[in-house]
């Protein structure tokens, strides 16, 4: 009876599966970003001393961006009469391809990869490099100084800092001798083999990639393209409803993608920390067979989205924190500071891989892990204890109230008589 | 020969992209549309690169390590044809083609 | 359905086509880069197509993300008016459209007949499926200067490699970014040179 179905799927099973992974990184686009704008909302109103969402969906308004998106379904889709119709409609699409395309080569566990590809990182770069496109067309079709004026920020920001970029994220290239992500990321199984510790050109390599990345999805302080106190809200002034969602997508879409390739290229990918397999713990090891395979890569599944959104959230922490440059001062940290750090990095780590001999590279790769987990552990502590202190003690020179003890502020204005 | 060879079809498109380029090379006025012609022209030659890498067994690296040099040349052709064309659009305050019909700047 | 690759390449194959008739027809520059944009991409499909990923992906990154960003910066310099357009006659576009039409008739000729004469040789020798592999890693040794040569039973020496190639185009591409520079840089317009 069922000879036709098999039939059916040895000739169409392979579109069906096509289809299916496709549905489901777009589902993850979606859903990645309801979760970020969500997570955006609640980080920027902590930061500002308010609560954030409270209300939609119980508990914390973890609805909150449901309700906004079903709101911006039903929002009328105006088009300005001065646009040009067509560059409007299509920009947007453009955008998302770019950032959607990224997702098809990266790996979110041991094997879950839309297609494998030997050079998935420099297919990431470049997929997302094509996204610029779109936000020009964005700003220029939307005959609008604002939109413009965004649109040209946008292009030559994102177009400086793609080089930094890319050459940040080869150092750990020319040490792992792989572009391949999903090869990369089993390299690093233990957390002292992670590739951020590997020696110092790498350590510095990450924190150079994290802020071109942050520069590259025009996030704050680089967020020029939509700086909202001088061009309205930049490139996407003139859009509302369902392409302005498509805008948000392919956004948080490139910053999850960008923190994505800092986790497999830096962190360890789905790496728990312990050099142990979980797709053969659970499948070999314990027997569980396909299975545990299965519930391992669901934990590297899981572990790897943890990591990806905890750097998402250290890039809305610093959107929050930093006040914006101007874009002179964007350009020139690209072009001046940058790309020189980016090419001493690579050049720095060639050598050193040719020619530091292997002990010494472990020892002093042993001491920048030693040193970065005791500079983890202070941090977390410092936390800890300024958690506990009641507020407006504890940090020198923040606002407290004059009358209370303790109070070394500007000397309390006098009263009118 | 029965069924369509593959490579007949690469070799079909590259040369409507090139025709393609051509025809837009001579029709536009704007200076920079010639430039998206030759654009147009070069892919169609990179496709025919690539397929006879894939189909011809002597040209196997050959064929992209060209197209490789070929789309690295557009770009810096691209990058020295708009300086030229800003430079015309400095001193004419126009990009149409047919204006620049003097030898002197 | 053990093989896609004709139906891969009949879905993609045809759009590149009319993007490319498109980027043709459109008189306004900027939706003809657009066109463009769509054909670029569609060629770097039929890229990856045919198993060259890292010659799709430095289609992607160099093309799009480069040179098409220079173009639509081009047009927004040099624009007077918002959406700038420019005029071809009518008897022009007919003698483009029959010269184009030749040259394709012509092209096309040319490359039936090639794969017709070619077509007993070609099914002796067709290769496997490349992997991607294979191709990025050999294609950077070339670069490197490690000879990779054509993998002829004739010619069994395999000493050609690329290395003097790629550093004249390095080289080259110095060169040119030190030209454009040097003739993009802003200068003040005649009459305001001869006003003072």
Not at chain 1, 165 to 171: R, T
Not at chain 1, 189 to 218: E, G, Q, R, V
Not at chain 2, 54 to 80: D, K
Request: charged residues 15%.
């Amino acid at each position: 009876m069922l000879d036709w179905l098999s039939d059916a799927w040895r000739d169409y099973g392979i579109f069906a599966l096509a289809l299916i992974a496709s549905n489901a990184l777009i589902g993850f686009m979606l859903i990645n970003a309801i979760f970020s704008v969500w997570l955006e909302r609640k980080v920027a109103g902590r930061i500002q001393d308010r609560l954030g969402p409270t209300r939609v969906g119980g508990k914390f308004g973890w609805l909150q961006t449901l309700a906004d998106g079903m709101k911006l379904l039903v929002k009328e889709d105006t088009i300005p009469a001065a646009a040009d119709q067509f560059l409007f409609r299509v920009g947007p699409y453009i955008a998302l391809v770019g950032s959607f395309l990224a997702f098809v080569a990266l790996p979110f566990g041991d094997g879950v990869v839309a297609r494998e590809m030997n050079i998935a990182l420099f297919f990431m770069l470049a997929v997302m490099s094509s996204e610029v496109f779109g936000i020009i067309l964005i700003g220029y079709g939307s005959g609008s100084k604002w939109s413009l004026f965004g649109g040209i920020r946008e292009s030559a920001q994102m177009v400086s800092y793609e080089i930094p970029m890319a050459l940040c994220v080869l150092v750990p290239v020319v040490v792992a001798g792989s572009m391949n992500l999903g090869e990369v990321a089993k390299m690093q199984s233990s957390i002292w083999n992670w590739l951020i510790f590997h020696d110092p050109f790498t350590f510095c390599a990450f924190w150079t990639y994290f802020t071109c990345a942050m520069a590259s999805c025009k996030r704050a302080p680089f967020d020029l393209a939509e700086a909202e106190s001088e061009l309205v809200a930049g490139f996407h002034t003139e859009y509302s409803g369902f392409r302005w969602l498509v805008i948000f997508m392919a956004e948080y879409g490139s910053m999850f993608a960008v923190s994505g390739i800092a986790c497999i290229m830096f962190l360890g990918g789905w790496s728990i920390g312990v050099p142990v397999e979980l797709t053969t713990f659970f499948g070999e090891t314990i027997g569980l067979g396909t299975f545990g395979m299965v519930i391992g890569n669901v934990i590297n599944v899981t572990v790897f989205l943890t990591k990806g959104w905890i750097l998402v959230f250290v890039m809305m922490w610093v959107r929050w924190t930093l006040p914006r440059l101007r874009i002179d001062q964007v350009m020139m940290m690209c072009l001046k500071y940058l790309i020189p750090i980016s090419c001493v990095l690579l050049v720095g780590v060639a050598l050193w891989t040719l020619w530091i001999p292997a002990p010494i590279q472990r020892y002093i790769a042993w001491g920048i892990f030693a040193v970065s987990m005791g500079a983890t552990a202070w941090l977390v502590m410092q936390m800890i204890t300024l958690a506990k202190l009641p507020p407006g003690t504890g940090m020198p020179g923040m606002w407290r109230l004059a009358d209370e003890p303790g109070y070394h502020g500007a000397p309390k204005a006098e009263k009118p008589a | 020969m029965n069924e369509l060879d593959p490579l007949l079809g690469y070799l079909c498109l590259a040369a409507l992209l090139f025709t393609c380029g051509v025809v837009c090379m001579a029709t536009k006025r704007n200076a920079i549309g010639v430039l998206i012609g030759v654009e147009l022209v070069l892919n169609g030659a990179n496709v025919n690169f690539v397929a006879f890498s894939r189909y011809h067994p002597n040209f196997q690296v050959e064929g992209m390590i060209f197209a490789l040099f070929v789309i690295v040349m557009a770009a810096g052709e691209a990058a020295t044809a708009l300086a030229i064309v800003l430079n015309f659009y400095n001193n004419h305050s126009t990009v149409d083609v047919d204006s620049a019909d003097e030898l002197k700047g | 359905m053990d093989d896609l690759h004709p139906y891969m390449f009949w879905l993609i194959a045809p759009l590149t086509g009319l993007c490319a008739i498109a980027t043709v027809i459109t008189q306004n520059i900027v939706r003809s880069a657009t066109w463009l944009l769509f054909t670029l991409a569609g060629t770097s499909s039929i890229f990856f197509l045919l198993g060259a990923d890292l010659v799709g992906a430095i289609q992607l990154l160099v093309y799009v993300g480069g040179t098409m960003v220079l173009v639509i910066f081009g047009v927004m310099l040099t624009a007077q008016g918002p959406f700038i357009t420019m005029k071809t006659s009518g008897a022009e576009w007919a003698i483009s459209i029959v010269a184009g039409i030749m040259l394709f008739a012509v092209l096309g000729f040319g490359a039936t007949h090639y794969v017709r004469s070619s077509a007993e040789r070609a099914k002796e020798t067709v290769p496997e499926n490349p992997k991607d592999s294979r191709n990025s890693t050999t294609i950077g040794q070339g670069l490197l200067g490690v000879p990779v040569g054509p993998s002829d039973p004739k010619m069994p020496s395999q000493t050609i490699h690329y290395l003097l190639p790629f550093e004249i185009v390095s080289v080259h591409l110095l060169v040119v970014l030190i030209g454009a520079a040097y003739l993009a840089r802003t200068k003040r317009r005649k009459e305001e040179e001869a006003a003072p």
